[in-house]
């Protein structure tokens, strides 16, 4: 772009892996170096090999793969909706059902209807215990929001995060941008964690429902 100037550059380097690298967020890494969570724009489910998908039929049942189309839910896609509304800077909802209830289907489609009305929308992945692919490009992950009316942060088996990962996630300053209504959705099969999730956002003034 004629006459723009970067405020900031980034040169990015990894030997023997892959560099993870974010912009306009944190990072936080085990003392190896390796990285709690991972950051990722959201992007649509990409298309699953067939051949793959019939090795195991539990691959064609699994909503992260999206096989079957995902159909009403009207109703809870109108709460979230207005949650995501609401005038409060920033407000935290942890999504409780059992498995196989179609809570992550339902953050899907709720994801891509915030993208599609211009919100910017983040997925968190847990690093401990996944396969973390490399990222998509040398530049790492752009998380800066420009002109967009909000922030969603989803971040599915919240119930599976330990307690002080998820802490250091809440923590990170994608979530504590003055005047960006920010929204964090956290699909989960218990609820056995949200009280003390609950008490650890009191100290940032966060909006809380469950």
Not at 54 to 77: K, Q, Y
Not at 200 to 205: K, N
Request: no cysteine; charged share 20%; proline share 7%.
């Amino acid at each position: 772009m004629s006459g723009w100037e970067p405020s900031a550059r980034q040169h990015i380097s990894a030997e023997g892996g892959f560099a993870y690298a974010v912009v306009d967020g944190d990072i936080h890494v085990y003392v190896d170096g390796l990285p709690v969570y991972v950051l990722e724009n959201w992007r649509p489910t990409p298309e699953a090999d067939a051949e793959w998908l019939r090795e195991l039929p539990s691959r064609m049942l699994s909503a992260r793969h999206e096989i079957v189309p995902f159909t009403g839910r009207a109703e809870e896609l109108a709460d979230l909706r207005a949650w995501r509304d609401s005038a409060r800077r920033l407000a935290v909802r942890w999504l409780q059902g059992p498995g196989g209830q179609g809570k992550s289907r339902l953050a899907a489609a709720f994801a891509r209807e915030a993208v599609a009305d211009g919100w910017k929308v983040v997925r968190a992945v847990h690093g401990a215990g996944n396969v973390l692919a490399s990222p998509a490009t040398d530049e790492g992950v752009d998380l800066r929001t420009g002109g967009a009316p909000g922030l969603l942060l989803v971040i599915d088996y919240a119930d599976h995060w330990p307690f002080p990962h998820l802490t250091w996630l809440l923590s990170n300053r994608l979530l504590h941008r003055p005047a960006l209504p920010t929204r964090v959705l956290m699909p989960a099969r218990s609820s056995d964690m949200w009280p003390a999730v609950q008490a650890a956002l009191s100290d940032v003034q966060a909006a809380t429902s469950l």
